[in-house]
């Protein structure tokens, strides 16, 4: 299973970005997939997820201003910013829990990451 993240660059603050993250290589059943971040120096932390039932769970720093949506078919996940500012900083790293089709159990994948800058 491969997640790869595309979409990401520098942006001036107040602008928005959107992020993709495509999953491939076979089959699988998806339970939750999301967005983590990482600014320099600092900790991984969440930013949004989305599950099987179409729930969202927001970061607490998103403040309403990123979503979330999914094309199923394509099997990429969006990740929607808007209002960035400098805080926003960091690389973007999608998360997905799967399971295989040839698999009986859940397991978690990171995809590479993508730098986001915004310029104040």
């Known amino acids: 299973v491969q997640l790869v993240e595309s979409g990401g660059g520098l942006v001036q603050a107040g602008g928005s970005l959107r992020v993709s993250c495509a999953i491939s290589g076979g089959t699988f059943s998806t339970d939750v997939v999301g967005w983590h971040r990482q600014a320099p120096g600092k900790q991984r932390e969440l930013v949004v997820t989305?599950?099987?039932?179409?729930?969202?769970t927001y970061g607490d720093s998103v403040n309403g201003r990123f979503t979330i949506s999914r094309d199923k078919a394509k099997n990429t996940v969006y990740l929607h910013m808007n209002s960035l500012t400098s805080d926003d900083t960091g690389v973007y790293y999608c998360?997905?829990?799967?399971?295989?089709?040839?698999?009986?159990?859940?397991?978690?994948?990171w995809g590479q990451g993508t730098q986001v800058t915004v310029s104040s």
């Open positions: 989305i599950n099987s039932a179409g729930r969202i």
């Open positions: 998360k997905a829990r799967l399971k295989r089709s040839n698999s009986g159990y859940y397991q978690e994948y």
